[in-house]
């Protein structure tokens, strides 16, 4: 069983930047695909960004230039670095992790407010 744990959401002023971390538990994260997620009140989840185990990435034409993912397979950490952070990016953010089958963190808040 793999458990995500994400961590580092809060209130940033518009502009301002984040870093998303999610722990991934169990061996397997070096060879999985990790996904970031949102989900705005009322609407559907949507993906942000995700990395293949390889390394390839690639973005929400939304986020395209202000979001960074990476992954530390040492630490078995994905990260989602969120800079020029706007009110529309408000949202909780979800990792997901795929390797044969999938499986969901519980989410963290980012709210982009001033």
């Known amino acids: 069983q793999v458990q995500l744990v994400e961590s580092g959401g809060g209130l940033v002023q518009p502009g301002g930047s984040l870093r998303l971390s999610c722990v991934a538990s169990?061996?397997?994260?070096?060879?999985?695909?990790m996904e970031w997620y949102r989900q705005a009140p009322g609407k559907q989840r949507d993906l942000v960004a995700y990395?293949?185990?390889?390394?390839?990435?690639d973005y929400a034409d939304s986020v395209k230039g202000r979001f960074t993912i990476s992954r530390d397979n040492a630490k078995n950490t994905v990260y989602l670095q969120m800079n020029s952070l706007r009110p529309e990016d408000t949202a909780v953010y979800y990792c997901?992790?795929?390797?044969?089958?999938?499986?969901w963190g519980q989410g963290t808040q980012v709210t982009v407010s001033s």
């Open positions: 997901k992790l795929i390797q044969i089958l999938a499986y």
């Open positions: 169990g061996s397997i994260f070096s060879t999985a695909r």
């Open positions: 990395i293949t185990s390889g390394g390839i990435t």
